[in-house]
């Protein structure tokens, strides 16, 4: 079982901008779905991003589209997530989640896709 952990969060103004890293102990993270999620205090956890795992296809929900990128490094066994022109309200423990996947070129976007999930890494945006 691939085990994750996420790293490069932290405090940064408004319209600042932020890259986290998904760092996989599994060495074939090609057959892998990847997905990052957050969720801020009192609220349910939501989607942010969905990578599929060796086509490379991208999908993000409205309220960041334009502003993230999730990316891949399969040789790295690392998934990152670029967070660009952050606003108050991305405040919030972003997870990265990853999913066995034997479909080529499928996304996911619920977190009940997902099986395997890191531990968190806070993104406070001040404004």
């Known amino acids: 079982q691939v085990q994750l952990v996420e790293s490069g969060g932290g405090l940064v103004q408004a319209g600042g901008s932020l890259r986290l890293s998904c760092a996989a102990s599994?060495?074939?993270?090609?057959?892998?779905?990847m997905g990052w999620f957050r969720q801020a205090p009192g609220k349910e956890r939501e989607f942010v991003a969905a990578?599929?795992?060796?086509?490379?296809?991208?999908y993000y929900p409205d309220s960041v589209k334009g502003r993230f990128t999730i990316s891949r490094d399969n040789r790295q066994n690392t998934v990152y997530l670029q967070m660009d022109s952050l606003k108050p309200e991305d405040t919030a423990v972003y997870y990265c989640?990853?999913?066995?996947?034997?479909?080529?070129?499928?996304?996911?976007?619920?977190?009940?896709?997902?099986?395997?999930w890191g531990q968190g890494t806070q993104v406070t945006v001040s404004s």
């Open positions: 989640a990853a999913r066995r996947d034997y479909n080529e070129g499928h996304y996911y976007t619920t977190s009940s896709d997902y099986n395997v």
């Open positions: 599994a060495s074939s993270l090609s057959t892998y779905a």
């Open positions: 990578i599929t795992r060796s086509t490379y296809h991208t």
